[in-house]
Structure formats: C-alpha cells, structure tokens
C-alpha cells in the first residue's frame, strides 16, 4: 500500500512544487513507485515534470468531478523515464480551479480524491500531493486521503507563525475527516548558513518540533530554480547540483522514516 504525503504550506513561494517533484524524482531513481498528485490550478508540478499542461486529455479535475478514474487520466514524462526518474502524473491546469465551485453541492465532496486514489494506491509506494497555497476544498480532499504532510518552510521570521494555521486545520481534519492524519516532517528550504536569523529560526525549529523536522536542509541553489524551464526537476537537471544532492538525501531520508513508522 502506498503511504500518501501532501506537501502543504498555505504560503505560496515556500518551495511545495520543487519539494514535490524533486522528490517525486528522488524517489523514482531509488526504484520507488511514484505517482505525483497536481492539486494546484497553476499546473507548476505538471509543467515541471515535463507534462505540458495544456495538452492534458484528462486532468484531476476530471478526476474530483468523477468524469475519468485516475488510470485514465494519468501520464508519463519521456524525459524523466530516460533519466531513470520515471513517475507517474495526475496533471492539473487552469480548469481546476473551477472545481471549487462545481463540488460546492455535492455529497463527500471533501473525499472525492480519496475515492478515486483507492482504486489505485496498490500500484505505488508513494503518492505525492501537491497542495495550491490555500487551506481550500482542494487542499482538504488532498489532507483527506494522506497519511501525512511535509511541509516546506524558508527559515524567517514569520514562518512560525504561518504554521499555527496549518497545525489547526491539520487537527480539525484529523478530528472530523481523517484520524490517521500526521504531520511528517518540516523540512528546511532555500537555506542559506550565510544569513544568521536562518541559522537562529533553524535552531528554533529544531527546539520548538524536535525529531518533526527532517535532517536534510535543502540549499538556496539557482539550479533547482532553473530546471523547470526544462520541463525536469532539479535533480534530473543537474543531478551534481548542491541543490539536487540535498533532495537526493531527503528522498532517501523518506524512505527510512517511512521504514521505520
Ligand atoms: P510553491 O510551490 O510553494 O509556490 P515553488 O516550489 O514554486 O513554491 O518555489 C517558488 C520559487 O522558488 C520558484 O521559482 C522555485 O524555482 C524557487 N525555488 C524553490 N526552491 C528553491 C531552492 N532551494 N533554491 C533556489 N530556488 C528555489
Ligand atoms: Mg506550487
């Protein structure tokens, strides 16, 4: 059975999308089987997997509005099952955010991913959800079918305090619609040791969340910024960047946590 993770961060810029395709990626090249959840109307996750979001037959938004099973909507990149990093995606564009709207009068509609992953959550190892930045009717249905959530978060000033709000609607979810729900880990982003207040929030962190935040530390590098125009992620771009050896360590990082759960 697959274990299914949100990256979630109501903020937006805090790294989700790069979070989850580099692991997608990571996780693949260790001989995992991945299947990559775009949750987010902008399509960032889709594009940076090489999928071209506009030539999409079926997205997930067939998928919540019950009109394709994930089988038939999912796809392949050529470029990342040439590099060894092949995973499969659930693409999403611009149509998603019309969702929203359209689920407002059905039934459940908080679990129509949950229902559709059913189906095929025996064929992976991992299924990553990535989350739009919002605590919105798509970010619930994709809180609703995880076992846990990593949240990615740049060491400043307020990142705390935008942690408070997604703890609390990680326990409300936990309470009415999905009891399994952990959070799994914090992981470090676009760190740079340079700058002191990082170095200061890091160590905040580590007090405040303890064995909650991952031991890798993902590094500010231009080249995880830059693969995306290449339709890969990072560590497919440039698998000897600083950048993608950091995420090459947390997939494996990933895989003995979820080992020892
Ligand atoms: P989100 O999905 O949370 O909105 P993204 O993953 O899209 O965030 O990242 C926001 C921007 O920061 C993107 O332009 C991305 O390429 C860049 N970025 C993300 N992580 C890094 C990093 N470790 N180093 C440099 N740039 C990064
Ligand atoms: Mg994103």
Partial sequence: MASIFCIANQKGGVGKTTTTVNLAAGLAKAGQRVLMVDLDPQGNATMGSGVDKRQLKASIYDVLLESSSVAQARVRS???VAAGCGYDI???NRELAGAEV????????????KAALTEVEHEYDFILIDCPPSLSMLTLNGLCCAHGVLVPMQCEYFALEGLTDLVNTIKQVRANLNKDLAVIGLLR?????????QQQVSDQLKQH???KVFDTVIPRNVRLAEA??????????????KGAQAYLAFAREMVERIGRL
Avoid: H, N, Q
Wanted: glycine share 10%.
């Fill in 228 to 241: 995306p125009g290449y339709g890969v992620p990072g560590v497919v771009f440039d698998p000897s960047s």
């Fill in 90 to 92: 659930l693409g999403a």
């Fill in 209 to 211: 969340f303890t064995d």
């Fill in 102 to 113: 359209e689920l407002v009068d059905v039934e459940r509609r908080e679990r129509r991913l």
């Fill in 78 to 80: 050529d470029k990342l």
């Fill in 189 to 197: 982003v676009m760190f740079d040791p340079r700058i002191t207040l």
